[in-house]
């Protein structure tokens, strides 16, 4: 049985936690919206427990937020994509990533930034507006690229 | 010292997440957002442990997204207001309710509707414009009226 975190609660922001408000399954989430679909991969990036990792992915999968696909059948190995369940919820990681941006931000600059895909390539603003073209984008219109907050940590690993 | 949960990640949904992600954080929040500004108040909505409320209260206000004032010297008693960058934190509230109000709905409809404030009254939609006027709407331009599926509980309540 899932705990209820929020017993009692007659609301839908409960209601989303309840479902994602675990620690790490946003993170688990940013993972899939970037690309990273396996579980090594993630598990690299995100520098989990792998159990904690499983958990978070069969949950996600239960609450079809998550779908699982085979891609190897020996030894089985799984990949995951976001549902359309799971790719509605674009807002809130556009959400999360604009607020840390703007009051917790690092030193060099955002470490992602999210682009208009093709060949508009402008940012995506905090309504998930492209500030170039003016389009409304959803998930599948955008795409994350490094900024400069990444490569300076990237390059501070280096050297040391 | 803070616990740290995403330790070694560069990211600004982490980092956001370090903030407002521990239990009941961003409910807290709804509860200022919507004008229950008083401990007394938040804790009958929330149900939740008197010291649980004051531990997340003093985060809030140290991580500067809450603000508290002084209502009454004997005995002393505070409210809380959200700050310039708790305010920032509404399109998170935003987007969890309007996933919530799409993927995990409530029988008779959302608990809460948010509206433009004023004549104009049009629904708030999940990229924050009125579905009425097309304005792009900030907090301050918006409030929380109740939906069927508040109505329904209460009456459920009132019957049981």
Chains 1, 2 share one sequence.
């Not at 059948?73 to 604009?98: C, I, N, Q, S």
Request: with cysteine; hydrophobic share 40%.
């Amino acid at each position: 049985m899932l705990r209820s975190d929020y017993e009692g609660q007659v609301c839908s922001i409960a209601r989303s936690l309840e479902v994602i408000g675990e620690r790490w399954s946003i993170l688990v989430l940013r993972e899939v919206f970037t690309g990273h679909r396996r579980f090594s991969e993630m598990q690299r990036s995100l520098g989990i427990a792998r159990n904690v990792l499983a958990n978070r992915l069969d949950r996600l999968v239960d609450e079809g937020i998550l779908e699982r696909r085979c891609y190897c059948e020996r030894p089985v190995r799984h990949e995951y994509f976001l549902t359309e369940k799971g790719l509605d919820l674009w807002p809130v990681m556009v959400a999360l990533l604009h607020w840390g941006d703007k009051h917790l931000p690092f030193p060099d600059g955002p470490p992602m930034i999210l682009v208009h895909k093709g060949e508009c390539g402008g940012e995506v603003n905090d309504r998930r507006i492209c500030e170039r073209c003016g389009e409304h984008l959803g998930p599948r219109d955008a795409r994350a690229v490094e900024g400069p907050g990444m490569r300076a940590a990237r390059e501070a690993l280096t050297a040391a």
